[in-house]
């Protein structure tokens, strides 16, 4: 469903990304970890068509920059984004009304009130707080009903309902066959509904590993002994 | 207090370090500073050949320009102090520093001396006006009391400012205080002014006249001080200059003695301001470009909802903001002061040409389309994502600020037209050069994007972005001036306008299609809050 092959970004002379190359397929979910600098925004911009790149990346077997790939891409970025001037409710209608979606009061209403924004409606976007933020961030993402989904450091700055919310709502995409990404550094956020892990360091994939290949051993296990304990910032 | 200079030494030091580690900083900065030692050059050489006698104008104008320059900044300080200070610290003054055992007056002192730096740096333009200077009869000499003034008048501002926060900060009686203050400082030029108007029969030029020549502006506090001390020293009374330029450091030492007193009362409130800042500046770095311009002013929220589907969407969300951020919707206090300003201009240059608005309005809006909302969508992944060809977001991005700048342009030329008794289709041509010339502006911004990208620096975006527009401008432009003067009159003005128009509609187009794909085929951009990388 993501399909990354051969993935180099450059900015400048920093190597970001070296020769990435990451498959995630329908129903699974792909948990991107690694220290600050290792890359993973880097990886998951360019995913999103929000970077220029050396490589191959599509997105349902299709160009990850054609009108087809964003149609089914949903992305949660790492700082949510909000128009300050845009109430709650005129953010998921512009969505819907950018991405031509039809029928899509009904999720709109059961998205805003699994995220307990039912009463945030009307409140422009200046007006919410960083959490609030993020939250309509994760609604405008999902609104859609996007086949892919990649989320950068979502569960900062929610609150424990909403983090609880979040990962039902993870599980469940899993389960309508979405491929789902997602990099924290909350390794035991995802411990429980992983399907593939991939540590990054230095602009590489340096590991990938699938949960059926494990054998008692713990994911924060796995990382510390990837990356070591004095990891340090790559950059 | 030796902990201070250890870290102003640290700093300079790794400053100067890290220019001399980076081959292209190094080349950019020596390019820099060549270029200002050039233009020094230029205006001491220009000075060299001191101006003819009768062309010297009388250097009590240059008291009212300089006056009427610094109020500019003058007045929107005292309200910026009664709302939110001043920016003296940095947010690693607030963490490190004021939680520190060194004096809060000691950390006073450093930021102010700090803020001396940078207004001698922000004051280096005052060098570019040679022209200014050889109207005026005076050479480099004379621009480097100007330049002393300036800098005087900048600091004091700083510190003006951050007193006034400290002073009124959340006492509405104190507040009113201020008001009274600051309207009781100029009320008596105001009667001046107001006066001299009647007197003249609303002759603006003889008001003037009479305002700049009155005893009253040179008294008036500060700004009046150092416009009337900069000609006294230019003038030669040195005594005269000493004593209004020591009347301002003797009010800036008074401020300073205030805030001295305070001991570290002063943190509470520097805080305030400094985080704040930070804030919106790291919001900023992380993609919220928006958290600039966000206010505390209260939006009301009366009509809600969207229109269009597709690209067009964003034309609409474009709309429902401008509703909310101004009350008269996509024109703004700008807006007006734009149309009023060339209606002025026409009114005080009847026998002038049209033209000479359209190079001013030209001028101005090359740095005012970055900022507009099509543009903004840039920083942000929404315009990214959203599933049509990048040709229609172009477009429909853009479509908010095209529209409000053709109305602003035909408001704004037909008034001034009308008041020059310009002709109709001269007029017409005015409007659709500056339209086009905005549309090549737009191109050149995506063209720029689609060749060089967000990962240089600030200025060399500025540089080469200008660049840009100079090099697709240059061909219409050329053969628009050489027609115009060899036709002569306004029938060669109007001709070079529609060689100008027609170049520009080209050139606009062969940009739009120079960079077709640039969404698709972009970094996202990311906003440098600092002038270098």
């Known amino acids: 469903m993501i399909s990354v092959k051969n993935l180099t970004k450059k900015y400048g002379k920093l190597l970001a990304n070296d020769g990435v190359s990451v498959q995630i397929n329908s129903g699974q979910m792909a948990v991107l970890l690694g220290p600050n600098g290792a890359g993973k925004s880097t990886l998951i911009k360019s995913i999103c068509g929000l970077l220029r790149f050396e490589g191959s990346i599509t997105i349902n077997g299709l160009d990850n920059k054609s009108s087809g790939a964003k149609k089914v891409l949903g992305y949660v970025p790492e700082m949510p984004v909000v128009y300050p001037m845009l109430t709650v409710g005129e953010h998921l209608e512009f969505i819907a009304r950018a991405y031509k979606l039809t029928d899509w009061e009904d999720y709109a209403e059961e998205l805003l009130t699994r995220f307990e924004l039912t009463d945030k409606r009307k409140k422009l976007g200046k007006e919410l707080s960083k959490g609030m933020q993020q939250k309509v961030s994760i609604c405008c993402a999902l609104l859609p009903r996007p086949k892919a989904v990649i989320l950068d450091e979502p569960l900062v700055g929610l609150d424990p309902h909403a983090i609880r919310e979040l990962k039902r709502i993870l599980v469940e995409l899993k389960t309508q066959g979405v491929a789902v990404m997602v990099s924290t550094h909350l390794i035991d956020s995802t411990e429980r509904d992983w399907d593939t892990t991939y540590i990054m360091q230095g602009g590489k994939i340096v590991m990938e590993c699938s949960r059926t290949d494990m054998e008692g051993e713990s994911l924060e296990d796995i990382y510390f002994s990837i990356t070591g304990t004095n990891q340090g910032e790559d950059k | 207090m030796r902990s201070l200079f250890y870290l102003t030494r640290a700093t300079w030091k790794n400053r100067l370090a890290g220019i001399f580690k980076s081959p292209g900083k190094l080349i950019m900065y020596l390019v820099i500073i060549a270029g200002i030692v050039g233009l020094i050059v230029m205006t001491l050489s220009g000075g060299g050949t001191p101006a003819e006698p009768d062309e010297i104008t009388d250097l009590v104008w240059f008291r009212g320009i300089m006056f009427a320059f610094l109020l500019l900044g003058f007045l929107p300080a005292i309200f910026r102090g009664l709302k939110q200070g001043t920016m003296l610290f940095q947010m690693s003054d607030v963490n490190l520093l004021f939680v520190s055992p060194i004096r809060p007056q000691s950390i006073l002192l450093y930021a102010v001396i700090r803020t001396i730096g940078a207004a001698l740096l922000g004051s280096i333009f005052i060098f570019f006006q040679g022209g200014l200077a050889r109207t005026f009869g005076f050479a480099f000499g004379g621009l480097l009391v100007v330049f002393a003034g300036y800098v005087l008048v900048t600091i004091f501002i700083q510190i003006m400012t951050m007193s006034i926060y400290m002073f009124a900060n959340g006492n509405e009686p104190r507040k009113r205080i201020i008001k009274i203050i600051a309207l009781a400082l100029f009320a008596p030029l105001l009667v ?112 809600t909802g969207l229109g269009g589907t597709g690209a067009k969407a964003m034309f609409y969300r474009h709309l429902r903001e401008a509703s909310r951020q101004n009350r008269t919707g996509l024109w703004g206090g700008f807006s007006l002061m734009l149309v009023a300003g060339a209606a002025g201009f026409a009114f005080l240059n009847r026998d002038g040409s049209i033209a000479t608005i359209l190079f001013i309005f030209m001028g101005l809006n090359i740095f005012r389309i970055e900022m507009s909302r099509g543009m903004k969508d840039l920083y942000s992944h929404y315009i990214f994502l959203i599933p049509e060809s990048p040709l229609r977001k172009m477009i429909w991005s853009n479509m908010e600020v095209v529209f409000k700048i053709t109305v602003e342009t035909a408001l704004a030329f037909i008034l001034a037209g009308i008041i020059m008794g310009t002709s109709p289709l001269l007029i017409l041509l005015a409007i659709l050069a500056h339209v086009l010339f905005f549309l090549v502006l737009l191109g050149c911004q995506y063209l720029f994007l689609r060749w060089v990208g967000s990962h240089v620096n600030m200025l060399m975006q500025m540089t080469i972005y200008i660049a840009i527009i100079a090099i697709v401008l240059a061909p219409g432009a050329a053969a628009a001036l050489f027609a115009g003067f060899w036709i002569g009159n306004s029938a060669g003005l109007l001709i070079g306008l529609i060689i100008f128009a027609l170049w520009e509609f080209i050139a606009a187009i062969g940009c739009f299609a120079l960079s077709k794909g640039v969404l698709h085929n972009c970094d996202m951009l990311i906003m440098d809050t600092r002038l270098t990388k």
């Open chain 2, 192 to 303: 001046v002014a107001g006066r001299a108007f009647l007197y003249t029969g609303g002759d603006i030029m003889a008001t003037l006249e009479i305002i700049v020549y009155s005893p009253v502006m040179a008294w008036t506090p500060i700004l009046g001080w150092v416009s009337n001390g900069t000609i006294a020293f230019l003038g030669g009374d040195i005594l005269g200059g000493v004593l209004f330029y020591g009347a301002i450091l003797a009010a800036g030492a008074l401020l300073l003695i205030y805030a001295y007193v305070g001991g570290g009362e002063y943190y509470e409130d520097a805080m305030a301001v400094t985080e704040t800042t930070y804030e919106k500046i790291r919001a900023v770095e992380e993609g919220q470009i928006n958290a600039v311009f966000v206010t505390d002013k209260k939006t009301k929220v009366a009509r």
